[in-house]
Every structure is written in structure tokens, then in C-alpha cells.
């Protein structure tokens, strides 16, 4: 696969659940057409011209030797280092990224950092023998394969995702599922319940939105029915002893606030700016 070279690769994240991050690859072979926010900020600085060039990911081929600098400098800082905010850790069919991932764990335990790692690909058995005090996720947005096939491509199959999940957690992780994006009815009909019962097995649900796509908000009261799912996935997880985090700007009132002032603007500036048959995706059946 392409590879490419960094001045630097741990940093601070501002992510709501996150501390510090890398990301050892430049784009995303899944190629989400949600669309992707970590895409859409590429194409926005530069970085990348297209959906194309973002779904041929390169590798960072010198990460090991940058995190050998980092490390001693940063360990202290650091409670832990999520694995990935910007591309996926464990890119599905890409096994040169599946093994530079596991040297970086690898590197980061032996400093005495755990590291908690989210993919849309599958989790490697090899995970086995690392730290027991790292922490596993998945994203799972959905159940049906047609709707996978169509906005997250080039993903892993949903019930290879969870299985893989599945084998760590039996093994003495701690297991996660990110259920965000969570799309609206009128993209694809589906059951929450049925998606966290599959996941019923994991220590913790976090449940947010969908951004950045028109077809949410001509959704009639879509944010009553986000409400709605965040209060269903809340009463299900109290109920079935589950840790959970809602993402803000998921309630429309009174648990959590969206983007305002600068940062809000920019986020909206940038939606703007999308192509509106990328803002708007398709449509399952479509």
C-alpha cells in the first residue's frame, strides 16, 4: 500500500471521550458516505481532493519511530491513547495496517499507557496478548447488510464486527459499541432495541447522531425522535447494568448543548460547503 511520512503523530484530542490519539493513516478504505466528518475536514484543508483518493489510505511508515520519540516526552500526559480518530486502526482488508496498529499497542502498553481502540473492520485475535487493561469497540450503527453496502462500503460485515467483539470481551476485555452515526427513519427503518440486544454483551453503548446529512432534518420532529432513541438507549443500558455516554448535540434539550460560537460556525460553514449529493446520501433501496 502508499505510504507517507509525519513530523509528528501523538497529539491531544478535543473529542468529548478521547485524550490523546493517533492516527497512522492518512484516509479510509471503508469510504462512510454518512458522509464522513473526518473526509469532509481532509478534503477542507487539503489534504485530500477527493472521495477516491480518500478511500486509497496510506500508511504512516514512519509511526514506530515517531511514537519512540513521543512517548517519553508526552508519558506523563497521557491517561490513555485512543486508536482512531480520523481513520480506523483496523482498516478491513488491510493487514499492513492491522500490524503496524498492533506494534503501536504494543509500544504504548510497554510505557504503561493502556489504549482503548474503535474500529469498522474486524478486531484481530492477536489482541490477545496485549495489556488486559485496554478497551475494545466496534461501531454498529445497524444490523441490515443492504444499509452497510451502501454508506459504509468498504466496512466489515455487522455480525463479523460483533463477533470479533464478542471473542475479546469472552477473553477479558473490556468491550465497547459506538452506535454513531445513528441515522434517522426516513434513511432506513430499523429497531434500536434489536441493535442493542445483539451488543447486549458490551460494557458500554455510546449512541450519537447524524451530522452533516439534509435527509436528517427533512425527517418530520427529528429531533424529538433523537431524543427519543437517546433516552431508549439510557433506560436500556441502566437496565442491563451497561455503562453509556449519549454524544452532545444527540438531546435537543436540557442534557446537552450543541456547537456554538466559533466552533459551531465552522461546522456549519463546512457543511455548506458539501457537495449536497454527498450532504444528502443515499437512500437505502435507492
Partial sequence: MQTITRKSLLYKTGVE?????????????????????????????????SYEEWTQPKLVSNALELLDAELPRLQ???????????????????????????????????????????????????????????????????????????????????LDRIAHLRFLHNKGFKTWVSIEPYPTPNIITQDLKVVLRRVAFADKIIFGRLNYNRLVTQYPDYLTFYDQMAQ???????????????????????????PAGKDGDSIRLLYNRVDPRVAAGPRVGD
Fill in 17 to 49: 471521550y478521547g485524550d490523546y490519539t493517533i492516527n497512522h493513516v492518512e484516509g479510509c478504505a471503508h469510504g462512510c458516505k454518512y458522509p464522513c466528518y473526518a473526509m469532509l475536514m481532509a478534503r477542507r484543508f487539503g489534504r485530500i481532493a
Fill in 76 to 158: 506523563s500526559r497521557i491517561n490513555f491513547v485512543q486508536l482512531c480518530f480520523t481513520t480506523d486502526p483496523f482498516m478491513y482488508g488491510y493487514p499492513e495496517i492491522d500490524a503496524m496498529t498492533l506494534h503501536i499497542i504494543e509500544r504504548i502498553n510497554r510505557a504503561g499507557i493502556k489504549v482503548t481502540a474503535l474500529t469498522k473492520g474486524l478486531l484481530p485475535h492477536e489482541l490477545i496478548e496485549t495489556s488486559h487493561d485496554n478497551e475494545f469497540g466496534i461501531t454498529l450503527i445497524s444490523l441490515d447488510e443492504n444499509f452497510r453496502k451502501q454508506y459504509e462500503p468498504g466496512a466489515a460485515p455487522y
Fill in 232 to 258: 431508549l438507549v439510557s433506560d436500556y443500558c441502566e437496565k442491563h447494568g451497561q455503562e453509556y455516554h449519549i454524544k452532545k448535540g444527540t438531546w435537543s434539550n436540557g442534557h446537552a448543548k450543541r
